[in-house]
């Protein structure tokens, strides 16, 4: 994949490959909309608000002027048209402030336009000009990406490209996102990914318009991030002995087996990250997992168990930790959760919130709180002191309690917190955000307290599930094909129309028990994230499976250029596609 998403870095997804029939293009005047999908050679993805196709083309010419400011709202959007425009195409690309003989022009508006919002932008492709007008920078850097669409395929090589007639058909584009939060989540904890590869997932990101990555930091199998002050997090929690087998099916290793497989991210590399992200308009929000999944925490730090003896758990590589057969919640063989009772895990919590507020600008930091076993709670003298002291009638309550604690942290280091929906169990905290996994009951009943949720059920948006019946990669499990991917609407039914103003977006998840490496990431995602691109941006009204499915065609020629390892299951896309272009 290193190979592959260099391309990805160097280059930015294109538009279709552009048919040689140029004149059946400058003979129509189309307008586009999903009521009545027309045979197109035009395959933007996400689906654009509007988009008027007129007569003519547009010919790039060798020396490409783009007229911008050199404001640094603008700076991000030029750089990346001018890298990835002038390498395959040969082209000179330069910018000025003043230009007379442009071939690009960029439009920050000097009175903001109410319908584009602040990601919303408008894109004109005349013969002599292409103008991308904006309310931020964000806009035009979404803008580009559309454009960037409307060319050949070959856009996307890290070569000159020779033989290629570099047109775009003359568009009048206006267009804006359904949803503010559009997001993937990306674990790093079961399997370390590198620095480099969580900016090529970054990469991949940006030419389908997401703006929110979901960096799920911390595990049973692996502790990810440098914390100053608490060496052994990294030390011993980010390293664990590498076995051959299926995840959670490993024999536990020996005591004189290396423990040499996992890594971390130093503070710098976080930063170089976060640096790397906004340069293209993605928010990084970090996971801390709470108090369950901490087993990598426990093991560097055994004082935060409730349960002796945890040091043994300093030799981890992936051993069956909890017992799923008797549902929900599962029952813990070893005990992977963080001590409600024990003073000593609060002060943790802030010394490593401390430090993640300090280096994550973005607003939320995401504490977990999912299947957190009780288990071991039950029989532990210390809990049962807490909930005489604190009058909780159930086990449960624990968690709500520890889950009260650790927000009023998170807003001491001012930032908002967020978890799964189980933070709802115990009682649901003032003015935290719930992101709704187990289906959509917790977004739902969230949104009806006037609480904020993120949508992202296992029902629809878990990218580690099949994506075939007949899949021929091992899975954690369960079956989501593309199409179903496509189906979904964030925003329930449930909810009347003044509590949809508490869904502020959806994501979709990669969970990386079974993704060991980057090529099996590429499969897990491509093409399912550009479905869901759609869902997340396009109005619910302009989505339409037969429409998308040409469009998307036109994406996998992208996909072949770049060696991409996507998963071709049995929707039959191809076979589709060519039965709606004949």
Known sequence: MKKIFQLLCLLCVAGQAYSQEQNQIASTTDVETAAAPVTRQIAIIPEPVSLVRNTGVFVLPKKVIIQADKSTSVKPALDYLQLHLSIPTGSFVTAHTDATAETIRFVLNPQANPALGKEGYQLSVTPKLITIKANTGAGLFYGVQSLLQLFPKEIASKELVEGVKWTLPCVEITDYPKLAWRGLMFDVARHFFTKNEVKQYIDAMVKYKYNLLHLHLTD????????????KLTEVGAWRVKKEGNFGDFTPPTPNEPKDYGGFYTQDDIKEIIQYAKDRYVDIMPEIDVPGHSLAAIASYPELSCTPGAEKYQVRSGEKIMDWSRGAPPIALVDNTLCPANEKVYAFLDTVLTQVAALFPFEYIHLGGDEAPINFWQKNDAIKALMQREGMKKIE????????????????????????????????????????????????EAAKQKHN??????????????????EDSVTIGGYIPLKKVYN?????????????????????????????????????IFPRMTALSEVLWSKKELKNWDDFQP??????????LWNINYSKADWKVEEEAAKTTN
């Open 488 to 524: 979904y609407e964030p925003i329930p039914a449930e909810l009347n129309a003044d509590e949809h103003k508490y869904v502020l977006g959806a994501q979709a998840n990669l969970w990386t028990e079974y993704v060991k490496n980057d090529r099996k990431l590429e499969y897990m």
């Open 397 to 444: 309550e624990v968690q709500g309690y520890f889950e009260r604690r650790v927000k009023t942290i998170v807003e001491s280091k001012g930032k908002k917190f967020i978890g799964w929906d189980e933070i709802l169990e115990g009682g649901l905290a003032p003015n935290a955000t719930v992101m709704s996994w187990r289906g959509e009951k917790g977004g739902i």
């Open 551 to 560: 469009r998307l065609k036109t994406q996998l020629k992208r996909f072949d």
């Open 453 to 470: 949720v993120i949508m992202t059920p296992t029902t629809y948006v878990y990218l580690d599930y099949s994506q075939t019946k007949k």
């Open 220 to 231: 049973d199998e692996g502790w990810r991030l440098e914390i100053k002050g608490l060496p």
